[in-house]
């Protein structure tokens, strides 16, 4: 039978674990990655795992969550810790550091950006706060500001923490305007009107 000759060989299965018991002789990917290995360090020297587990992360779905029906991959720790003594793990881990380093330099200075881009927002604020139109339109007025700017931030790709601040750094400002507006016109004296000279 040609065809079946022209067939790829079968892997051989792998051992598979339900339990715990897979950590006294094998790493997880987790495992690795604590260990310093990068995914790229994972793809170059161990591209074929050892073992397998059960994957015990299930999926959120709208009838109710999922198993995940992939396996969790494992690696001989044996095997790992001979690679780990190797030149080629060394040379490949220095260019793995090296490439973190410069990815973790390119992200802060975009964070920078993005910081000052909200400090530039903030320090342009003035709350428009406008007593005769009452607390709600005053309300519904300042949260049209605010969702542009969070549309705008949102565009810009800001991390959640610093436009939570942001934002609630505006909110206190607009509060703080709107009672100062209030103290400010209750302070105001009325003129009285002077009566008008007459006999009684």
Do not use: C
């Amino acid at each position: 039978m040609p065809y079946a000759e022209s067939m790829p060989p079968e892997r051989p299965e792998k051992p598979f674990f339900r339990d715990r018991s897979y950590q006294e002789d094998y790493f997880t990917t987790h495992d690795l990655k604590l260990r310093g290995w990068t995914a790229t360090l994972i793809r170059k020297l161990v591209p074929e795992h050892d073992a397998e587990k059960e994957n015990l992360l299930r999926i959120p779905g709208r009838y109710g969550s999922r198993k995940v029906q992939h396996p969790v991959k494992l690696y001989a720790q044996e095997r790992i810790k001979q690679l780990e003594d190797t030149e080629d793990f060394y040379v490949l881990y220095e260019k793995a550091q090296q490439a973190l380093a410069r990815g973790a330099k390119r992200r802060e200075k975009v964070l920078e950006q993005k910081r000052k881009m909200l400090e530039t927002t903030l320090e342009g604020y003035q709350p428009d706060v406008q007593l005769d139109l009452g607390w709600h339109a005053n309300l519904r007025a300042f949260k049209e500001v605010l969702r542009a700017h969070l549309q705008q931030w949102e565009a810009a790709r800001i991390p959640a923490n610093l436009v939570q601040a942001a934002a609630a750094e505006m909110k206190a400002r607009f509060r703080e305007a709107y009672q100062q507006a209030r103290k400010k016109a209750g302070t105001k004296k009325p003129v009285k009107k002077k009566r008008s000279a007459g006999f009684s």
